[in-house]
């Protein structure tokens, strides 16, 4: 009878060790999931957070950017323009500043700011909606915004390449040594904000009919390839079909080696018409001077049928230096017809191409003749500007296109392109011109 006791003994042991096994899995189960689950809290946090940082920094220096071009536009509509967009810009950078993990002294004073700029905006608007005029406070109102704006868009931009290198900006470093808070008289500055476009109406539509396609055959793959090695020549090898996509049109996708370069390129199944290229390798040293990879992207446009192309802007960037190209019919430059093409600052090479704009929009047009000259234009510039020039040009705006009168001018401290309205006189658009050591920009 001890010997069954015993065996009963072992029996319960072996039993609650196993239901100890069983509830020690079932908790690290559990605690496994929740886990997860924190994990995954903690992700959408971070994205969110991540999110409403970017488009903070993007709110804050288009604020900036409207309020330098209200110091010198010339035309109450485009102002009123401005304005409305301002305020709109200012609502969104409140709601996403309420998002950022930052306490309430950290962002008081720019909340605020933010606030107080959307009013004095709407305002404005309504004023000039109502007839009235700018007064001389108004100006000067204008000129502070303008200056705080771009100071506190630089310090932004600032604090995102520190967050963007890894640093936990938002993790109390803010409040606690209080040298980065977010008021934006904290830390002025006397240089504009990171800039957004590469040259004139380079952000222009990306979406619509493409009007050089239409009426054309689709292509099967081999005679895409076939195309493609055409367009890019005889250094063209080891070319592999990698898909098929559908943005912005319909194509096959391919990666190839071209000389030195590997490069990944897309070919339109309507009319097999070379629709990107990309580089996938690092260019290394600089060895050719700018001008020559200006002539180099030109004459590579015009051996493959691009016609009249006029140089627009270009930049450099890691040894690539980027050529914005606008067609030309008649002398009239036709920026929505626009070709982005890469050089490689090594040996001369083309080595991208974006021609999205030029095979959407380009056809022949019917130019009219303007109705107020080129005098007429130049005198409807604002006040606050000299004019540089003038030439005419066809600009998109919306789903609609205007001939315009381009041109340059100075505020004395810096440089603009104004657009009027060749048929109304109207000031269709105010740029503002940069140029740094990586080329001309527009914004």
Known sequence: MQIIGDIRDRDWQKAGLVMLAMLLTAVLAFAVAQTRALNAANARIDAMVQKAFYETCELTEGMAVNFRKLLVAGERGQMQALLNETALQTQGAMSDLALLPLGQETVSATLKFINQAG??????SVKLGNGGMLTEQDHETLQTLSETAAGFSVSLARLLDRYEKGEAVFDGALEATGQENLA??????GEYPVLLYDGPFSDGRSDGDFKTLE?????DEPTARQRLTAFLGQQV???????????????????LQMGDYRLSAGVTKAGGEVLYLLCDSDVG??????????????????AR???AMEMSYMSLFDGILTVN??????GVVLYPDLVKVQVSMRDGAVIGLEPAGYLMNHVQRVIEIPKITEEEALARIGSALTAEGARLCVIPENDAEYLCYEIPATD????????????????????????????????
């Open 119 to 124: 009013d004095f905006a709407r305002a404005l």
């Open 184 to 189: 934006p008289i904290t830390n002025p500055a």
């Open 215 to 219: 009426g054309l055959s689709t292509v």
């Open 237 to 255: 090898r080891d070319i592999e079909l990698t898909g098929e996509g559908s943005v912005p049109v319909d194509c096959y996708e391919y990666s």
């Open 285 to 302: 040293d600089v060895n050719i001077t700018q001008d020559a990879a200006v002539d180099a992207a030109r004459a590579f446009l015009l």
């Open 305 to 307: 049928g691009y016609g």
């Open 325 to 330: 190209f606008a067609a030309v019919q008649d």
């Open 412 to 443: 004395g401290v810096g440089s603009f392109l104004v657009y009027i309205d060749a048929m109304t006189g109207v000031e269709r658009e105010l740029m503002q011109v940069v140029t740094d050591g990586s080329g001309s920009f527009v914004m």
